[in-house]
């Protein structure tokens, strides 16, 4: 299923916006001399798998698999000083007919696209591409 700007918060809402999501990997498919095909596969809490447990809880995991197409910027950091794969402060989409953002740092405050260009503590981990899609499974 695509993601687009009218569907966008939804797909944020169902998975609590990836906050504490897990990076489980990542894949790039780059054409020579073409743009590239960036596929992130996380793992998120899902609203729409509630679960029955005496822990703190409510919902149950799942595996999101996301996948930009026509990716012409990408950055993924992975080091001692900035272990990003944990989503410790979520991740934040923006979508229009021609670009898609997809930042998995977006910071604790307000978030605009715009800021995944900028030097500083947050977005140090992005994809912009023209759209993405994604695809959702369960895990049990």
């Known amino acids: ?7 966008a918060p939804a797909f944020l809402d169902r998975f609590i916006t990836f906050y504490d999501g897990v990076i489980l990997g990542v894949s790039i498919q780059a054409a020579p001399g073409g743009l590239a ?3 992130v596969d996380l ?10 447990r005496s822990d703190a809880r409510q919902y149950g995991w799942c595996h999101v698999q996301l996948t930009v197409y026509k990716a012409h910027e990408y950055r993924f950091l992975e080091s ?7 989503l410790s402060d979520g991740m934040a989409v923006a979508a229009s007919p021609t670009e898609f953002v997809l930042d998995l740092d977006p910071g604790p405050d307000e ?3 715009t800021q995944v260009h900028l030097d500083g503590e947050y977005s140090k981990q992005y994809v912009l591409g023209e ?9 049990r």
């Open 1 to 7: 299923m695509q993601i687009t700007a009218e569907n």
């Open 37 to 39: 095909t960036v596929r």
């Open 43 to 52: 793992q998120a809490m899902d609203r729409t798998e509630p679960v029955q």
């Open 80 to 86: 001692r000083k900035y272990p990003n794969r944990v």
């Open 111 to 113: 978030w605009s696209p």
């Open 131 to 139: 759209r993405c899609d994604y695809e959702v499974t369960n895990i």
